[in-house]
């Protein structure tokens, strides 16, 4: 279930494995499974067509002998009869289960028209209201919101930037960091406001909770995302921020009580992508992740979970993501969240070349570089992928 | 098999690197992969196979010829 990359990962990695019964693959857009990075990048900024984000060709999606189910939106799940119910009341039998039914941009209050910034459809609508002189107010100085503001900005937009955080990214990279990507918004002429809080969307712009107005033509509200899923409401699996899945992916169903002992398994039922939250044994930590690449390596690990019962393997990434604005490419690996110190081990802050390492308890959990040779950043990836620990990672020196 | 790299597409992940060091590279500057073996012998292509598959930017095919 979901056509996007996480579910082409599973269907292919099932096919290359050597599965050769039944496959369907379930999407709730129109389109076949395309690639979403793109679409606050170079689809915003109209330097690609959009069939270049096509991830596979009409002949490799042939080739897979694929029931493609789509323009068609799970409504439920009868776990127990191994069934999928569709929208338009059709149900899909299964033997084997891979939800990877992504999420959704959160949206706020109001009367007034907001884009948000997740399917293609979205992009090319917002992408036909941007240009010079026509005033942007992005709500949320996330990556999406920062990107959106990047090319906006680059096309002759007037952009303002709202973010409930005095820092924007602070919870995600540190505040230090977070200072050194956002001066690039003032750089750039985009009217960057944090500790403001919107309201609502109005006419013409949006509500502050203080009740200012601040005005646009168009407004995109980039302020994260919720799962999709509520088709698994009553289920029987475990949802909670997510599908909560154990370290193999596979779904968890709920226990009633309270009980230490492990819950029952779902007899194949698995799940990857944005829409999985999984226990990742390399941190120790229940995570969801809604990065590009995650989606991809997430739905080999659940297909080959699922194919092979007898060898299952925990899914153990180092997490993955990259950004561009203005020009800076961002890149980290690891798990920054809830970092206790944050360091800068190689270039320097103000020149925005740098690598930063993040320390969690005793061991280095990620870094994060802006402008390093590859090579550099890779020997850290290792010592993340290795769970060195800060001390041996780290030279006692840089730390912020 | 042959390699296919769609170098604009590319995002300088270096997971292809990651899953097949002696297929890919990366350039220095910009960190944009590199084809080290365009036609990479047979023992290579389950690690091709699976750069193709976590490739980021869907830029990299692996061709029959």
């Given amino acids: 279930m979901g056509a996007s990359a996480a579910g082409l990962s599973a269907v292919e990695t099932l096919r ?56 068609s939106a799970a409504t439920g799940l009868d776990l127990d009869g191994r069934e999928v119910l569709l929208a338009d009341g059709t149900r899909v039998a299964y033997d084997g289960l891979i939800v990877a039914t992504g999420v959704r941009p959160r949206r706020l209050p109001g009367d007034g028209h907001a884009h948000v910034l997740r399917t293609l459809d979205d992009a090319l609508a917002l992408r036909d209201r941007l240009g010079e002189g026509r005033r942007l107010v992005v709500v949320g100085a996330g990556f999406l919101g920062a990107e959106a503001a990047a090319v906006a900005r680059g096309l002759g937009a007037e952009v303002t930037l709202l973010e409930p955080a005095p820092v924007p990214l602070g919870h995600a990279v540190g505040d230090e960091v977070g200072r050194v990507l956002s001066a690039a918004h003032l750089e750039h002429g985009v009217d960057l406001r ?40 009553d289920s029987g699996l475990t949802v909670g921020d997510g599908l909560v899945c154990d370290e193999y992916c596979e779904a968890v169903r709920e ?113 994060l570089a802006v402008g390093m040779p590859p090579k550099a950043i890779r020997g850290w990836r290792q010592a993340v992928a290795v769970r060195s620990t800060w001390r041996d990672a780290v030279p006692a020196t840089g730390v912020l | 098999m042959r390699v296919e790299l769609d170098e604009p597409k590319c995002v300088a992940a270096g997971q292809c690197v990651m899953a097949s060091p002696e297929v890919f590279d990366q350039r220095d500057d910009d960190g944009v992969a590199i084809l080290l073996e365009e036609q990479p012998a047979d023992e290579l292509l389950d690690g091709v196979r699976e750069a193709v598959a976590i490739c980021p930017a869907a830029a990299i095919r692996l061709v029959d010829q």
């Fill in chain 1, 16 to 71: 290359r494995e050597g599965y050769d019964g039944a496959l369907t693959l379930v999407g709730d857009e129109p389109h076949p499974p395309y690639d979403r990075p793109p679409l606050s990048k170079q689809i915003l900024a109209s330097e690609w067509e959009h069939d270049r984000l096509t991830l596979r060709s009409t002949g490799e999606l042939d080739a897979l002998k694929l029931d493609l189910r789509l323009g």
């Fill in chain 1, 194 to 233: 944090t500790g403001v809080t919107v309201r609502e969307v109005t006419e013409g712009g949006v509500r502050l909770a203080d009740g200012e107005l601040v005005v646009g033509d168009e407004v995109l509200v980039a302020v994260g995302s919720l799962p999709n899923t509520e088709w698994l409401a």
């Fill in chain 1, 255 to 367: 226990s009633p009580g309270a009980t230490k002992s492990p819950a029952p398994t779902t007899g194949g039922v698995y799940a990857a992508g944005d829409v999985a939250r999984w226990h990742n044994p390399l941190f120790g930590a229940s995570m969801r992740i809604e990065h590009r690449t995650n989606a991809a390596e997430q739905g080999m690990a659940a297909a080959r979970n699922l194919l092979h019962p007898q060898a299952r393997k925990p899914f153990a990434p180092v997490p993955y993501f990259w950004s561009d604005q203005y020009g800076m490419k961002v890149q980290a690996f690891g798990y920054l969240r809830g970092h206790d110190e944050v360091a800068v081990v190689e270039g320097d802050l103000a020149e925005r070349r740098f690598l930063v390492a993040y320390r969690r308890g005793d061991r280095l959990a990620g870094v």
